[in-house]
């Protein structure tokens, strides 16, 4: 019995040894696969907020001028001659992208970053989004308005492009400010 017994030790533990090796083997390199999917999500998000930087900084000196181009409109004496003269060149609203980070929500892979950092992320993308929003919203709105001709008409239409101006400028620093504390991160 102590023979048998012995026989089917000596077969069974290679046996577990051979499969929990196998197993770690596996786990090591499935560990090793997700650090580099990590690596490439990390990069590929770091590109995009880069490049969302970037765009906010072309847009965010033209919104700033278009700001106080309103103002000083909004005190002109003359404010129907030089509405007529102000060479106006559109909103140019700024757009920033979110594919990198749709990416690593729809595959989990942000799973893997530190808490903050995904809070943070989650913030920053939840306020892309509003300014995005608001960008639309600002231009449908604009291009359904009847182009002023009165000085009241004048007088309102600056005071709300004014208002949004402010609120593209808001967005615009929140965002540059929350992209420059993710880099800083990465």
């Known amino acids: 019995m102590k023979k048998i017994l012995s026989n089917v030790l000596n077969q069974i533990i290679p046996i577990m040894i051979g499969v929990y090796l196998g197993f770690a083997v596996n786990n090591f390199g499935e560990n090793r696969k997700v650090k580099q999917q990590v690596r490439t999500y990390q990069e590929m998000l770091k590109i995009e907020l880069e490049e969302n930087l970037q765009a906010l900084e072309k847009v965010r000196n033209y919104?700033?001028?278009l700001s106080k181009d309103f103002s000083n409109l909004l005190a002109?004496?003359?404010l129907e001659k030089d509405f007529e003269a102000?060479?106006?060149q559109g909103l140019k609203p700024g757009f920033v992208s979110s594919s990198a980070y749709q990416t690593g929500l729809?595959?989990?892979i942000i799973q893997e970053f530190d808490l903050n950092l995904v809070q943070i992320l989650n913030r920053c993308y939840t306020l892309q989004d509003k300014y995005n929003t608001f960008n639309e919203n600002?231009?449908?709105s604009f291009q359904s308005r009847k182009y002023p001709e009165t000085a009241g008409e004048i007088r309102n239409f600056l005071i709300n492009?004014?208002?949004n101006m402010n609120d593209i400028k808001y967005f615009e620093q929140a965002l540059q400010q929350?992209?420059?504390l993710i880099l800083e991160a990465l």
């Open 63 to 65: 919104h700033v001028r």
């Open 76 to 78: 002109s004496e003359e």
């Open 86 to 88: 102000t060479n106006f």
């Open 106 to 108: 729809q595959t989990g």
């Open 138 to 140: 600002l231009l449908s």
């Open 161 to 163: 492009m004014r208002m």
């Open 178 to 180: 929350q992209y420059g």
